[in-house]
């Protein structure tokens, strides 16, 4: 399936044509919804909406993880937060068959339900999948280490994603190796595009480098500060002992980004979000039928 020509068919008939006014009403200041609730905008930080006793039905809750931070690069657990996973409900729904949940109460148009979890809410062993952001910064005690491991040996699965440079790397490394101890469960290597995951719905054959808009706003690259070197992406993962894959982590590439901001700027979406949409897409499929 060609995900950008999909995508783009979608965009066309339904977002870029208000991507234009979009842009000028959220330089005035002014808040707007389009299509189907595609997020544009929203700055600053919007307070974790936690699960309910309605929340889980059967239906796809997009589920992120809150986690504390012991030190400032992006904004922590909450980077992308709300609009990343929002955005990426409403594509999932529209480019796949996932049976996307959608919150019916509020007496509007229906909405994703996303969710946010902690790694020791009992909630997130109803998560099929869970996201962090930012993770190199993030720092688990002894009981988010357990649980976390618990989690993905029950049948979890962690995407990882936004977190650049060589200290944020090892930092996640020595932070995941406390849940899944590298002696036990060591790290492979996932670049596409050898592994079926890249198979699993578009033909995903790199990871595209991408930084924030506002780093791509503001020097024109794709390299976000933080990676020091330059470095192009990469993935690599964690599988459990019968080889099903328990953690993926994209580092190096924003792929978030590139679902929060589609609605804010034709050319970053065009040149970023069919790729990271592609990219995502796939591991979380993969994650879910495997």
Known sequence: MDLEGSLMRLVSRRVLRSAVIIVGIVAAGEAVTFAQRIWAGGYGRTPPR???????????????ALFESNRREKTGWATDYPGADINFSIRLSELTKADVKMD???GEDPVPDPVVVRLTDDELFKCPLILMEDAGTAQFDELEATRLREYLLKGGFLFVSDYHGTLAKE?????????????????????????????????????????????????GGTIERWNEDGAPPDTRGIA??????????VHNSDLPDGWEREGEDPEYFYRFSPDSYAAAIDIMMYAMTH
């Not at 936690?50 to 997009?62: I, L, P, Q, S, V």
């Open 50 to 64: 936690f699960a309910t006793k309605d929340t889980f039905n059967g239906g796809f809750n997009f589920c992120r």
């Open 240 to 249: 459990d002992e019968h080889g099903r894959l328990m953690v993926v982590m």
């Open 104 to 106: 019916r109460t509020n």
């Open 171 to 219: 930092q996640f490394d020595e932070e995941i190796g406390k849940a899944l101890p590298p002696k036990e469960y060591p790290i492979i290597d996932l670049n596409p595009p050898d592994h079926p995951m890249w198979h699993t719905v578009f033909p995903v054959t790199k990871i595209i480098q991408m930084a924030s808009i506002m780093t791509w706003r503001r020097t």
